[in-house]
């Protein structure tokens, strides 16, 4: 279901279309559509000529349109419609293509003298506010420019000139330029501009074989007289050809760069992206979530390009919202609700709306594709927008302004009642690093804690020999035990080299007598491997206060049964360690 929403007091809801729906409080409505005007982020509008028409330039299908005026003011001509000299097929004669290029003279004239209208001003206060992601105009005007949005399709590449010769290049870009790009709103270089004209603009001409664009501005008077210029890009290839003796190709005319039926856009792929890049959104930018919400003004909506963005750009608005909503189109269309007996129905969300006089045909067609319908002239809606635009800036000033006021007057009695000198202030009862807060020098700013950068430690270089002194504590005295052995006879044999030098070896002689230092109380009984015994039995007496040693004389160690040693220091590598025995 569409809601019927219109703008004038006493409007029956229309026979047709069937599926829609009457509101009960109009007013009430169009204050909700505004309010989901101003709540969106990335609104996306699709215009025609209804919002130039206060301006002066004429639509096409009114009582009063170009179509019905041209056919009038030409009764000589056998034009079925104004309509025919919007047609690819007016190149095809001469007589046709004079029309065509009069009729392009006055349109030129009339737009340059038209000035931005209501609807225009809204556009740009929207676009102010960061709420205006596109606007697709199908009108040649470029009245969007005037009144300070960025105008054009944009140049995802370098076009140059398709000629006929590797060196027109530079000469063929496209240039376009008015004397309002100084108020025109900045636009970033990498996003496309904020009005893409779908059907060209009146400012420009390009050749029908190079296809080098000019401004229109400059060939006027040829226009006026209905005769298409040269274009000055092929006569300057042709003359270079000549002289340098090659054939000639010919020498191509203008024609206003304005999209006709049955034609393709000249620039339609650069079109096409921005399109697709409004509906799915990108990965940076305003439109990165792509368009939430969809206005539709003053067209009739028969160009089939333009009815297939409607329908896709319908779609995803809704898709964006917070849920479905109730006039969702359903397999089976339920009668109309009576007016009297229903209830006023409740629309959930308003995400796609068409603003026109009169609703598009064949209405079958759009049945579940707006939410809802606002029958009236767009300016009277756009003064109402700008109105309520206008009344939310104010609110926002007037509560700034309060808050600024309430911080002041907090600061005043701040200022009456607190002490000046900080004893007063402690005496007051206020906290001391408060006091020392308000009574810092304004000049010092405050210290900011900063992360402090370990300094690099320098290489680790071998330490010199150093020396010291370690004191031991003397242990008690220990008595000592002398054992004296005596070695057996030994038998010698010489033995003489080829030298005649003998030298005397001992055969299996024992040890030689040795000195054995023992503690006291040890001993020491074996039988040597000779078969002799070398030592002698001792019986001593152990002083009460040294213990029995437990281990043999090869595992005896002074540090072991040292009871200090553990007291003593470790000795590192490459220190001298001098110590002193008290």
Avoid at 58 to 80: H, W
Avoid at 344 to 366: G, S
Avoid at 503 to 521: D, F, H, Q
Avoid at 536 to 558: A, G, I, M, Q, R
Wanted: proline share 10%; aromatic share 4%; charged share 25%.
């Amino acid at each position: 279901m569409t809601l019927f929403v219109p703008l004038e007091a006493d409007t029956s809801l229309p026979a047709a279309p069937s599926f829609l729906t009457e509101s009960l409080d109009p007013q009430a409505q169009i204050s909700k559509v505004i309010r989901s005007i101003l709540k969106a982020k990335r609104i996306v509008v699709i215009c025609g000529a209804g919002i130039s028409v206060q301006a002066g330039i004429p639509d096409f299908r009114s009582a009063d349109g170009l179509f019905k005026t041209l056919k009038r003011d030409n009764p000589r001509e056998a034009l079925v419609s104004g309509k025919d000299l919007f047609d690819a097929s007016v190149f095809n004669s001469e007589h046709t293509t004079a029309l065509f290029c009069q009729m392009i003279a006055q349109l030129w004239s009339l737009s340059q003298a038209a000035k931005p209208t209501a609807f225009h001003n809204a556009l740009r206060a929207l676009d102010d506010r960061g709420k205006l992601l596109r606007v697709y105009t199908q009108n040649i005007d470029a009245l969007e420019e005037k009144c300070g949005l960025s105008f054009g399709v944009p140049e995802f590449e370098d076009k140059r000139c398709k000629g006929r010769s590797k060196g027109a290049t530079a000469d063929c870009l496209i240039k376009e330029s008015s004397p309002s790009d100084a108020s025109k709103l900045p636009c970033p270089p990498s996003d496309p501009p904020r009005c893409i004209p779908l059907h060209g603009t009146l400012q420009s001409m390009h050749c029908q074989i190079c296809n080098c664009s000019f401004s229109l501005e400059d060939y006027l008077p040829s226009l006026t007289m209905g005769q298409p210029p040269q274009c000055p890009e092929c006569t300057s290839m042709e003359e270079t050809r000549q002289l340098i003796g090659k054939r000639a190709r010919g020498v191509g005319k203008l024609r206003p760069s304005v999209v006709l039926y049955n034609e393709a856009h000249k620039d339609g792929e650069g079109v096409g992206e921005v399109v697709k890049k409004d509906l799915i959104g990108s990965s940076k930018g305003k439109g990165r979530s792509g368009a939430d919400f969809l206005l539709v003004v003053g067209t009739s909506l028969r160009v089939p390009g333009t009815k297939r963005m409607v329908r896709e750009f319908a779609k995803a608005v809704r898709s964006r919202g917070t849920g479905p909503s109730r006039n969702s189109p359903s397999p089976a269309s339920s009668p109309r609700p009576s007016s009297a007996t229903d209830e006023e129905p409740v629309v959930p969300a308003m995400k796609a709306i068409y603003l026109n006089l009169d609703f598009p045909v064949p209405t079958r067609e759009w049945e579940g594709v707006f939410d809802a319908w606002i029958q009236g002239d767009a300016q009277g809606f756009a003064e109402m927008l700008q109105e309520e635009i206008e009344r939310e800036a104010r609110a926002k000033e007037l509560a700034l302004e309060r808050r600024k006021k309430r911080e002041e007057d907090a600061t005043q009695v701040d200022k009456s009642t607190t002490p000046k000198t900080p004893k007063a202030q402690l005496k007051a009862g206020l906290d001391a690093k408060t006091v020392k807060r308000k009574h810092a020098s304004p000049s010092t700013p405050s210290a900011k804690k900063r992360k402090v950068q370990p300094l690099p430690t320098p290489p680790k270089t071998p330490s010199p020999r150093t020396s010291f002194k370690l004191r031991i504590p003397p242990r008690p005295p220990i008595p000592e035990v002398v054992i004296t052995t005596h070695p057996p006879t030994s038998s010698y044999q010489n033995t003489s080299y080829p030298g005649g030098q003998q030298v005397i070896i001992p055969e299996k002689s024992p040890p030689a007598r040795r000195n054995l230092v023992l503690p006291a109380g040890s001993r020491t009984a074996g039988t040597s491997e000779y078969g002799h015994s070398n030592t002698t039995p001792l019986s001593t007496s152990f002083p009460k206060n040294v213990k029995h040693p437990s281990s043999s004389l090869n595992d005896l160690s002074d540090d072991e049964q040292d009871a200090d040693a553990h007291v003593l220091p470790e000795i590192r590598p490459n220190v001298l360690c001098e110590i002193e025995v008290a």
